[in-house]
């Protein structure tokens, strides 16, 4: 199930949150995934770093429901011009 659902131009889009850590890092970063939901070919999907990072996994998911769903339709729109 999508963590939040946007549309653009008319294509609905499944956002899904996670978080990383790189190898030697401390702070752990928000990554975002889109897929289109409906599409004729195969589904399109890419992830998106988010600039949100923690020390703390839980820190960052209660943050990323903070998010306005502007700046995730930005963030699309920087993917998928």
Same mark, same amino acid.
């Given at each position: 199930?999508?963590?939040?659902?946007?549309?653009?131009?008319g @294509?609905v889009?499944?956002?899904?949150?996670?978080? @990383?850590?790189?190898?030697? /890092?401390?702070?752990?970063?928000?990554? $975002?995934?889109?897929?289109?939901?409906?599409?004729? /070919?195969?589904?399109?999907t890419?992830?998106?770093?988010?600039? +949100?990072?923690?020390?703390?996994?839980?820190? $960052?998911?209660? /943050?990323? @429901?903070?998010?306005?769903?502007?700046? $995730?339709?930005? +963030? +699309?729109?920087?993917?998928?011009?």
């Amino acid at each position: 199930m999508a963590w939040r659902v946007i549309s653009r131009e008319g @294509e609905v889009w499944h956002v899904h949150r996670a978080v @990383e850590r790189r190898p030697n /890092q401390s702070q752990w970063q928000l990554v $975002l995934s889109f897929r289109a939901a409906e599409t004729a /070919q195969e589904p399109e999907t890419f992830w998106a770093p988010y600039p +949100l990072e923690s020390t703390s996994k839980s820190s $960052l998911f209660i /943050q990323a @429901e903070k998010i306005p769903d502007e700046a $995730l339709h930005d +963030l +699309l729109c920087q993917h998928r011009p």
